[in-house]
């Protein structure tokens, strides 16, 4: 059974800079391209990151420069490092895997982050 477990959102206040971790098991974590999502309130779900399983990395223009995202084979993880995050980020996010650049074959159940003073 293919689990994707977040964990790290939360109230943030804006120009923060929290970490998304993302645990996974069931699946073939190195093979395995992992993608981060994000659905706000009203609005379509999506793509903010991708990392391939070699670490090729690409993001959304809205978050390029401010978010990275990165891998842990060994640890069967993938974060995504949020940095001077504004109000728009708000939303809950999602970790994907599958294959790059749009992995989206198994989902995990979200997180919420909130920027708000």
Same mark, same amino acid.
């Given at each position: +059974?293919? !689990?994707?477990?977040?964990?790290?959102?939360?109230?943030? !206040?804006?120009?923060? %800079?929290?970490?998304?971790?993302?645990?996974?098991? @069931?699946?073939?974590?190195?093979?395995?391209?992992?993608?981060?999502?994000? +659905?706000?309130?009203?609005? +379509? #779900?999506?793509?903010? =990151?991708?990392? %391939? %399983?070699? @670490? #090729?990395?690409?993001? =959304?223009? %809205?978050?390029?420069? #401010?978010?990275?995202?990165?891998?842990?084979?060994?640890?069967?993880?993938?974060?995504?490092?949020?940095? *001077?995050?504004?109000?728009?980020?708000?939303?809950?996010?999602?970790?994907?895997? @599958?294959?790059?650049?749009?992995?989206?074959?198994?989902?995990?159940? @979200?997180? !919420?982050?909130?920027? *708000?003073?």
């Amino acid at each position: +059974q293919v !689990q994707l477990v977040e964990s790290g959102g939360g109230l943030v !206040q804006p120009g923060g %800079s929290p970490r998304l971790s993302c645990a996974a098991s @069931g699946i073939i974590f190195s093979l395995n391209a992992m993608g981060w999502y994000r +659905q706000a309130p009203g609005k +379509q #779900r999506e793509l903010v =990151a991708a990392i %391939s %399983s070699g @670490g #090729r990395t690409s993001y =959304a223009d %809205s978050v390029k420069g #401010r978010f990275t995202i990165s891998r842990d084979n060994a640890k069967k993880t993938v974060y995504l490092q949020m940095n *001077s995050l504004k109000p728009e980020d708000t939303a809950v996010y999602y970790c994907a895997a @599958g294959n790059y650049p749009v992995p989206s074959t198994y989902w995990g159940q @979200g997180t !919420q982050v909130t920027v *708000s003073v």
